[in-house]
């Protein structure tokens, strides 16, 4: 019989963790599957895409293993995209002039820097912050530049402007809301958080309206914003934000959002059951996701679906996903979580803020004080971890929250790690359980590097590393208690 053919479109991180699910469940050994990836390398490392600046190479960075698509008989097309989907033939163009035919297809095509539609935008030295060649074009730029501007205070943004600052630059922060940061933090972590980026030398200018890019004076371009200031600087670094690249599910005929995004159910399918779209450029439930780990879950969902199709198993459902993430921004931590704004309904709020060590910390509760609902931690993060399982596993708050946030009340509140239930899941990025880290340990993952091979926890963003030791920890307490009372 013979094999029918899937195609996957995209080859960035969540199109490289859907093939590795379906390598992990043998289902590539059911379908001839070609890969097209537009980049001219396989997929890497994003999520820390600027430590490109600090000398790690795109080597450092690929997340493909060794050998991976030759082993698995996986076909790979580096530097070759598709150009158009024919949804009644099932075939794809690809931008070499190839055509392919399909019976399954996967879109994981990503996003697309948002550039504003700025007269000058497309002058020389205006760059975005995107791919690695992004990166080179940014490096090259900067060899002979005083001065970079980031437009764009976001998460990109900032990193983008680290880079900058990494390489030497006199660097400037545009950004048109009045913090930065405005999806995540709230205003009085957004003013810490300028503090301490001003403090590190790079300057940031909010509520700023860029109107035009033109020739400047003392560097090569002058800024033009609405309330008549100017700036000037050498290289214009764009990152305001992401779009999904969805242009070829448009063109083709299939469901896209209002504001773009190409629309998927519960098993992440478009409007076509044929063809299914993960990651940035699928939108679920009216939103687009736009962190790495719900873009894993998707690529789960999907190859659960598959594998539904093939012998009936049962499926699991994409059904949204936590958008809470840490991270550290030019040395600084910032973590968000949950209703970070307290939108919900009856909500209250718990601040602690402590200007001499520039700590800016929010708890939103439930109206009744018991649930945690969400918060915001900028300058120091370490209670992250424990919040963000309280908030996941609706467990009960104490008496007074605010303990979970004031060291005058005494002792931080730990969280005992072993009496989160077995569903707990505490690696978010990979979706791993604690009772898939508990079996993990009992087949004789003794250590952190053991158990990173073994469940991929710890092996995304980091954040979950404190949880994963705690448990280790635990289970290394228990034998040795085992072991005495045997003795």
Same mark, same amino acid.
Request: with cysteine; proline share 4%.
């Given at each position: 019989?013979?094999?029918?053919?899937?195609?996957?479109?995209?080859?960035?991180?969540?199109?490289?963790?859907?093939?590795?699910?379906?390598?992990?469940?043998?289902?590539?050994?059911?379908?001839?599957?070609?890969?097209?990836?537009?980049?001219?390398?396989?997929?890497?490392?994003?999520?820390?895409?600027?430590?490109?600046?600090?000398?790690?190479?795109?080597?450092?960075?690929?997340?493909?293993?060794?050998?991976?698509?030759?082993?698995?008989?996986?076909?790979?097309?580096?530097?070759?995209?598709?150009?158009?989907?024919?949804?009644?033939?099932?075939?794809?163009?690809?931008?070499?002039?190839?055509?392919?035919?399909?019976?399954?297809?996967?879109?994981?095509?990503?996003?697309?820097?948002?550039?504003?539609?700025?007269?000058?935008?497309?002058?020389?030295?205006?760059?975005?912050?995107?791919?690695?060649?992004?990166?080179?074009?940014?490096?090259? +730029?900067? &060899?002979?530049?005083? *001065?970079? /501007?980031?437009? %764009? =205070? #976001?998460? @990109?943004?900032?990193?983008?402007?680290?880079? $900058?600052?990494?390489?030497?630059?006199?660097?400037?922060?545009?950004?048109? +809301?009045? &913090?930065?940061?405005? *999806?995540? /933090?709230?205003? %009085? =972590? #957004?003013? @810490?958080?300028?503090?301490?980026?001003?403090? $590190?030398?790079?300057?940031?200018?909010?509520?700023?309206?860029?109107?035009?890019?033109?020739?400047?004076?003392?560097?090569?371009?002058?800024?033009?914003?609405?309330?008549?200031?100017?700036?000037?600087?050498?290289?214009?670094?764009?990152?305001?934000?992401?779009?999904?690249?969805?242009?070829?599910?448009?063109?083709?005929?299939?469901?896209?959002?209002?504001?773009?995004?190409?629309?998927?159910?519960?098993?992440?399918?478009?409007?076509?059951?044929?063809?299914?779209?993960?990651?940035?450029?699928?939108?679920?439930?009216?939103?687009?996701?736009?962190?790495?780990?719900?873009?894993?879950?998707?690529?789960?969902?999907?190859?659960?679906?598959?594998?539904?199709?093939?012998?009936?198993?049962?499926?699991?459902?994409?059904?949204?996903?936590?958008?809470?993430?840490?991270?550290?921004?030019?040395?600084?931590?910032?973590?968000?979580?949950?209703?970070?704004?307290?939108?919900?309904?009856?909500?209250?709020?718990?601040?602690?803020?402590?200007?001499?060590?520039?700590?800016?910390?929010?708890?939103?509760?439930?109206?009744?004080?018991?649930?945690?609902?969400?918060?915001?931690?900028?300058?120091?993060?370490?209670?992250?971890?424990?919040?963000?399982?309280?908030?996941?596993?609706?467990?009960?708050?104490?008496?007074?929250?605010?303990?979970?946030?004031?060291?005058?009340?005494?002792?931080?509140?730990?969280?005992?790690?072993?009496?989160?239930?077995?569903?707990?899941?505490?690696?978010?990025?990979?979706?791993?359980?604690?009772?898939?880290?508990?079996?993990?340990?009992?087949?004789?993952?003794?250590?952190?590097?053991?158990?990173?091979?073994?469940?991929?926890?710890?092996?995304?963003?980091?954040?979950?590393?404190?949880?994963?030791?705690?448990?280790?920890?635990?289970?290394?307490?228990?034998?040795?208690?085992?072991?005495?009372?045997?003795?």
């Amino acid at each position: 019989m013979k094999q029918q053919r899937l195609v996957v479109v995209g080859n960035g991180m969540v199109g490289q963790k859907y093939l590795e699910h379906l390598v992990a469940g043998g289902l590539h050994q059911h379908y001839q599957v070609t890969v097209l990836c537009a980049e001219p390398r396989p997929a890497y490392d994003r999520v820390h895409l600027s430590a490109f600046f600090t000398g790690r190479s795109s080597e450092d960075l690929c997340l493909v293993p060794a050998g991976f698509f030759e082993r698995h008989g996986i076909e790979l097309r580096v530097g070759e995209g598709a150009e158009h989907i024919d949804l009644n033939s099932k075939t794809v163009l690809t931008s070499k002039g190839a055509m392919l035919g399909y019976d399954k297809l996967v879109l994981a095509t990503g996003s697309y820097p948002f550039v504003p539609p700025l007269p000058g935008r497309e002058r020389p030295g205006c760059l975005t912050y995107r791919t690695i060649e992004d990166l080179q074009a940014i490096m090259a +730029a900067g &060899r002979d530049a005083e *001065v970079g /501007v980031v437009i %764009g =205070g #976001g998460l @990109l943004g900032l990193e983008a402007a680290k880079s $900058l600052h990494d390489i030497g630059l006199q660097t400037h922060v545009l950004e048109f +809301a009045p &913090r930065l940061m405005a *999806v995540q /933090v709230d205003d %009085g =972590g #957004g003013r @810490l958080l300028r503090r301490k980026i001003e403090q $590190l030398g790079v300057s940031v200018h909010t509520g700023m309206s860029t109107t035009e890019i033109v020739d400047g004076e003392f560097y090569r371009h002058r800024l033009n914003f609405a309330d008549g200031q100017h700036l000037e600087a050498d290289l214009v670094v764009f990152s305001a934000g992401i779009r999904p690249q969805d242009s070829l599910a448009r063109d083709a005929g299939l469901a896209v959002g209002e504001r773009g995004g190409i629309i998927i159910d519960d098993h992440c399918r478009t409007s076509d059951p044929a063809v299914y779209a993960i990651g940035e450029c699928a939108l679920w439930g009216g939103r687009i996701y736009g962190l790495v780990a719900p873009g894993y879950e998707m690529a789960r969902v999907a190859v659960d679906h598959l594998r539904h199709a093939r012998d009936g198993t049962p499926t699991r459902q994409f059904t949204g996903a936590d958008m809470s993430t840490k991270l550290k921004l030019m040395g600084v931590d910032v973590a968000s979580f949950g209703d970070a704004h307290a939108s919900t309904p009856g909500a209250c709020c718990y601040r602690y803020e402590d200007e001499r060590k520039q700590i800016y910390k929010k708890l939103v509760v439930s109206e009744d004080g018991r649930q945690l609902l969400g918060g915001v931690l900028v300058g120091e993060a370490r209670e992250y971890n424990t919040l963000l399982q309280l908030m996941l596993n609706a467990m009960p708050l104490p008496e007074t929250p605010e303990q979970l946030i004031l060291p005058a009340l005494g002792a931080p509140l730990n969280l005992d790690v072993t009496q989160l239930p077995d569903s707990a899941i505490l690696c978010q990025c990979q979706n791993v359980s604690k009772g898939a880290l508990c079996q993990a340990i009992a087949d004789g993952c003794c250590d952190l590097a053991a158990i990173k091979t073994c469940t991929g926890a710890a092996t995304g963003c980091g954040s979950c590393e404190p949880l994963v030791r705690t448990l280790l920890e635990a289970s290394e307490t228990l034998a040795g208690a085992l072991a005495e009372m045997d003795a």
